[in-house]
């Protein structure tokens, strides 16, 4: 799913008597094509290309398209206050975003929008990507939004910068993520049969090869250590590659958990360096 700034106009007035409003705006729609005719607009052309990209060569149409603003002022960025009224009275974007349900978005809106996406979006989070200058191109992260989720510059200022290249970079990262969820998803499935036990005082574990990954409530740890005022998450290795010979075990590391997203982020990390590997 490509998502746009605003529309560029609209279509030419038509009465409710010549013809019902909403069939009148879905043929337009549909004749538009996705900017069919519009061969030479660096937003669809660019569109296409990152479509063909991800879809395959003369897969170029099989994406959806929504703008963040669903209206325009004078074909362009609404004022302050129309964009106010527009974001809190007609924020359509997440609703169309929940029934398509996209594996993947990008928002060809530029770091100048990213106000109007944390309004859309309350609670988003718009990070940097390793290599990336966060202007360039930065992931968006939402519970209403895909995984791979994506925002770079408007393909008007791409084409006028000379950095078109940035559709192929965006492509990229989609489809490492595409990857990765895929593969995350595989090791969930065998995570199934992970066996979950228990230290001796009482704290579970799980051995991942050599490792041990246990986790420590706030309420089990002793004042007088690090981090004790938040669980842990500990990671130690085993002495003996072979457990038939002992279960000695390095000192190891602590992770402090605030919450569980301390432990997303270790995750990601290591999904990250291991997709980076493959490449």
Known sequence: MIVGQQTNGWAEPVSRKDQDIVDYLVDKYRDFCLGLHYSNSPFWCLSRRLCERLEG????????????????QDNG???EN????????FNLLPLEIKHAAPKALVFFTGPTYDRYIEAAFPGVRINEVAGYNKREIARVLHSLLPEASFRTYHPKYLRFRKQE????????????????????????QEGDEMKTET?????????????????VPQNAREENKDWSDSAVLRVQAYKELDRAKGNALFQGAELPLKDYRDALKLVAAISFLVSEYDR
């Open 57 to 72: 060569e003369g897969q170029d149409r099989r994406f959806l398209w929504s703008n963040l603003f669903k209206r325009d």
């Open 77 to 79: 960025e609404p004022d």
């Open 82 to 89: 129309t964009a106010e009224i527009l974001l809190h009275e």
């Open 165 to 188: 290249h940035l559709v192929e970079n965006v492509a990229e990262l989609i489809l490492a993520t595409l990857k990765t969820g895929i593969e995350h998803q595989s090791l969930l």
């Open 199 to 215: 230290d001796g005082k009482e704290n579970r574990y799980i051995n991942v090869g050599n490792l041990r990954i246990t986790l």
